[in-house]
Nanobody
Framework: QVQLVESGGGLVQAGGSLRLSCAAS????????MGWFRQAPGKEREFVAT????????DYRDSVKGRFTISRDNNKNTVYLQMNSLKPEDTAVYYC??????????????????WGQGTQVTVSS
């Protein structure tokens, strides 16, 4: 069992930055790939970024490439999402999630079995 708690969301102006954190409980954190997803009002939840258990493999949705960076610290049981050059269309509730998938970076939400409660990110224009 892994419990996930996100933090770091807030209100920021377009062009600004935020860093989201996701703290995980449990000793098996390092065995999971970790991902960030987001859901805007009236829209489906969508993949944002993922990182393998080792931290060596990452993947991003096209619209955030070059602006967002996912990383993890297995000693602190924490995964991060650094978001720069934020745009109003990045406004959403951001969720972190854990996946037991090995070998490839999981992009589908159906590959993730543990989810946090989410943190709101609002980007004003």
């Amino acid at each position: 069992q892994v419990q996930l708690v996100e933090s770091g969301g807030g209100l920021v102006q377009a062009g600004g930055s935020l860093r989201l954190s996701c703290a995980a409980s449990g000793r098996t954190f390092s065995s999971y790939a970790m991902g960030w997803f987001r859901q805007a009002p009236g829209k489906e939840r969508e993949f944002v970024a993922t990182v393998t258990w080792s931290g060596r493999g990452t993947d991003y949705r096209d619209s955030v490439k070059g602006r967002f960076t996912i990383s993890r610290d297995n000693n602190k049981n924490t995964v991060y999402l650094q978001m720069n050059s934020l745009k109003p269309e990045d406004t959403a509730v951001y969720y972190c999630a854990a996946s037991p998938t090995k070998g490839v970076v999981p992009r589908s939400q159906y590959e993730y079995i543990y989810w946090g409660q989410g943190t709101q990110v609002t980007v004003s224009s």
